[in-house]
């Protein structure tokens, strides 16, 4: 019996011959930027819970996000939101089994890659304006 | 026996995702709504803070989008487990956690969301 399954049976590819795409990369970022944002749903807990707890908690609250780790953390929780985002809303096309074609699926990636990248530089460069910092 | 079970558990597999496709359709909208008003309070006292959020309809598009994001991770989460986590006791455990996590967060961002709307 375990000779016959061993037997002649292709080899699958290794990992390392596997060339590199834009879907399988995006793949992967959705994955990593779900569980990101995941971890991040503690800081809109966070966040509510402060204002819910008064004025004290409040400043505390800020002055962790105004600091420059929570300001790069925010902008890693902005970042993982839209790319999610747009990346997500190519699965929902493909479940409708819209643009599967293959050069489709790939302009499609990286729009929503680029997409996801400027809107967050966009949301905070508002902000920044907002603040009268820019 | 083995055949109904299994049957079950395509049943339930199908109605996550099912869950999930739609909570990532409401949470298009849903997100976007977040991130503008996070912008439009990042950097600003607690009064307009408190004020925006204890507007009613705020509030409530504050947790539906909870909800959505909490019914949309606990699955994604539950997936993401299926895959790497192996061995049954820390299968199981992980996936505890997942919904105790899910749970945590929901009802601590909703009642925290309904004291500043209400002010219990
Ligand atoms: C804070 C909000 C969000 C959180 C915490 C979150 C979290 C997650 C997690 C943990 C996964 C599982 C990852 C995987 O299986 O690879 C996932 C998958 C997914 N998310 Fe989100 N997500 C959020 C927002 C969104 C939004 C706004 C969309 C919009 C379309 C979206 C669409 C999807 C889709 C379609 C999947 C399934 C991907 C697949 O089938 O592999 N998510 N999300």
Redesign the pocket.
């Known amino acids: 019996m375990a000779e016959t399954r061993q037997a002649a049976r292709p080899l699958s590819p290794h990992l390392q011959i596997y060339r590199f795409t834009i879907t399988m990369a995006m793949s992967i970022i ?2 990593i930027t ?2 990101g ?2 971890a ?2 503690l800081l809109l807990a966070a966040w509510l819970v402060s204002v819910a707890m008064g004025p004290d908690a409040y400043a505390s609250f800020q002055s962790i996000a105004g600091s420059w780790l929570g300001q790069l953390i925010l902008f890693g929780f902005t970042w993982a ?1 839209l790319h ?2 747009f990346s ?2 190519r ?2 096309m493909w479940d409708n089994i819209r643009a599967f074609e293959l050069r489709q699926a790939d302009f499609i990636s990286w729009g929503a890659a680029v997409l996801g990248f400027v809107a967050a530089i966009i949301v905070w460069v508002v902000a920044f304006k907002l603040r009268g910092v820019l | 026996m083995a055949g109904s079970a299994s049957k079950g558990a395509v049943k339930s597999a199908t109605r996550a995702f099912s869950i ?2 739609k909570s ?2 409401a ?2 909208p849903l ?1 976007l709504f977040l991130i503008a008003l996070i912008l439009a309070l990042s950097g600003t006292d607690y009064e307009t803070a408190r004020h925006y959020l204890g507007n009613p309809i705020v509030s409530i598009l504050v947790i539906l989008t909870i909800l959505a ?1 909490v019914a ?2 606990r699955i ?2 539950n ?2 487990i299926e895959d790497y986590v192996h061995g049954s006791f820390l299968h199981v455990l992980a996936k505890t956690a997942n919904i105790l996590f899910c749970v945590a967060v929901g009802l601590g961002s909703i009642y925290a969301a309904l004291k500043i709307l209400i002010g219990f």
């Open positions: 959705h994955r779900g569980v944002l995941y991040g749903t939101l999610h985002l997500g809303i699965y929902l | 999930q496709r990532a359709l949470l298009i997100a994001t949309h991770m994604g989460m997936e993401v």
